[in-house]
């Protein structure tokens, strides 16, 4: 064998063993990877990352999108994940108040955010005007890509702390900044009026169970009363829940005495919530509207009013949720919501079978078909 040949095959030789070393180290990584928490995951992101013709999402985006895989794959149809605006606006409705400065906003044909001031509010005595063109919020540009809850979001804040506003105004759109404390804004859960051409009845309509809504509910009834009311109409329709222990407390308002739930965590023991004094409105005269959109801590009420012969459900069978659900914060402000736990009536059918609650007293059609059957309930016509 001449030198050459000696040459060629050392070089064969040298490199078999930086492929091999290479290959080691390369096995060596995978199996490091197939120990780690969620393998498949972990070479995949590694895979999109350093082969994708396309780059990765910035995080949040990814993370997100991972969450949101996971919680399809959990096959639970209430667990789900809300981005930080999202979650912010949500808690906002569940507390019935929020700290804001009492705008409303719209877009023009170009994509521009406008303002328009509620009267006497903040933004309104900061000097701002109809039409004036949103530019930022503390800094955060707002562009037409940026959606109205993450505006929203980002001017609502603690009830007295300040936010900058950059606006433009026309015609010439120079901008201008205004410092704007923000101020306590309610919510409303509940509205009521009197039933059209029958001013006896008064109608509470309940549109979400937040916390302020067991008050809500006795304000209502207390104003349409000295409007003349004195039979009532609790409105549920549309309603899919909200809070629990607002919906126990709304319950409660309408009941002398006896359980009115009772939920079980996974492990832990059964517990009761019950009537611990009667209701101040427990000898109203009352019927429950519902319909398919009743559901949660909305269907809690309307159930244990019936359970309790309180008074009838008119209307269509509810939408028969009996899951309660919790709340978890992530560190983003963005938050998980998970299926923790389950409620039912004692003694009730629902939802130990299947399907909601089911009426009294059937209607379908629209409210003068209802006021009819309520009518005749109430007075026998």
């Given amino acids: 064998m001449n030198k050459k040949e000696n040459l060629v095959y050392s070089l064969l030789a040298i490199t078999a063993v930086v492929f091999a070393f290479a290959a080691g180290y390369l096995t060596n990584d995978l199996v490091a990877r197939a120990q780690a928490p969620f393998p ?7 895979i999109l ?3 994708g013709i396309t780059p990765l999402p910035a995080d949040p985006a990814l993370e997100y999108g991972m969450i949101r895989g996971m919680i399809e794959a959990y096959a639970d149809p209430f667990t789900s994940f809300s981005e930080p605006a999202q979650h912010e606006l949500q808690t906002n409705n569940l507390e019935g108040t929020f700290g804001g400065i009492g705008i409303r906003l719209e877009r023009d044909p170009d994509g521009h955010a406008i303002l328009y001031p509620f009267p006497d509010g903040p933004a309104a005595r900061a000097g701002l005007l109809d039409g004036d063109r949103l530019i930022s919020v503390d800094g955060l540009a707002i562009t037409g890509e940026i959606s109205f809850d993450e505006i929203t979001a980002a001017i609502r804040g603690p009830e007295g702390a300040a936010v900058n506003i950059e606006a433009a105004r026309a015609p010439g759109f120079v901008p201008f900044e205004v410092s704007i404390r923000r101020e306590a804004v309610a919510l409303p859960s509940v509205t009521w009026h009197l039933a059209a051409g029958e001013p006896r009845i008064g ?3 309940v549109n979400l169970i937040a916390d302020t809504t067991p008050e809500e509910i006795e304000r209502a009834v207390a104003d349409l009363q000295e409007q003349g009311a004195g039979y009532f109409v609790l409105d549920l329709r549309h309603n899919g829940g909200g809070l629990l222990d607002a919906g126990v407390e709304a319950a409660r308002l309408f009941l002398h005495d ?3 739930i009772e939920q079980q965590y996974r ?3 059964i517990t009761s919530f ?5 209701g101040t409105l427990a000898d109203l ?4 509207w519902v319909d398919g959109g009743t559901a949660s801590a909305a269907e809690i009420i309307a159930g244990a009013i019936q359970s309790h012969g309180r008074a009838p459900l008119i209307g269509s069978q509810t939408f028969g949720k009996d899951v309660i659900q919790l709340v978890f914060e992530l560190a983003d402000k963005s938050s998980i ?4 736990a389950r409620w039912w009536l004692p003694g009730h059918d629902f939802p130990n079978g299947e399907g909601g609650l089911l009426a009294d007293v059937v209607v379908e059609g629209d409210t003068g078909v209802f006021l009819e059957a309520a009518a005749a309930w109430f007075f026998g016509e």
């Fill in 274 to 278: 019950e009537v611990e004094a009667p």
């Fill in 40 to 46: 498949l995951l972990s070479l995949a992101h590694e």
């Fill in 203 to 205: 109608i509470v309509e």
């Fill in 337 to 340: 919501q998970i299926t923790a």
């Fill in 267 to 269: 492990g832990e023991e």
């Fill in 285 to 288: 005269p009352l019927v429950v």
């Fill in 258 to 260: 006896g359980v009115v």
């Fill in 49 to 51: 990352s350093t082969r």
